[in-house]
């Protein structure tokens, strides 16, 4: 069974940064995707950032430009570093893996930014 772990979600004040971070254990043979979905409450859920194996990332509109996501130095471990957060970035976000069709999915974890 795969497990992902989210954590350094919290409150912030706006133009503020947080670091997001997910770390996957369990039986994992081939990961091909790693990164991070968010949902605000009424809307649906959203892509935030996602990055392969190989380390190309892909960014959703909110992010670009704002957000980083990188790989850790441990084995499927990822990071999100958020930058200039606005209370539009409020949100729970929640780390996902894709790995030989299934995909796996964390918890979530509370960003909160005030104005």
């Known amino acids: 069974q795969v497990e992902l772990v989210e954590s350094g979600g919290g409150l912030v004040q706006a133009g503020g940064s947080l670091r997001l971070s997910c770390a996957a254990s369990?039986?994992?043979?081939?990961?091909?995707?790693m990164g991070w979905w968010r949902r605000v409450p009424g809307k649906q859920r959203e892509l935030v950032a996602s990055?392969?194996?190989?380390?190309?990332?892909t960014y959703g509109d909110s992010a670009e430009g704002r957000f980083a996501i990188s790989r850790g130095n441990a084995k499927n471990t990822v990071s999100l570093q958020m930058d200039r957060l606005t209370p539009e970035d409020t949100a729970v976000y929640y780390c996902h893996l894709v790995e030989s069709g299934n995909i796996y999915w964390g918890q979530g974890t509370q960003v909160t930014v005030s104005s």
């Open positions: 369990g039986l994992i043979l081939r990961p091909i995707v």
């Open positions: 990055i392969t194996t190989s380390g190309g990332a």
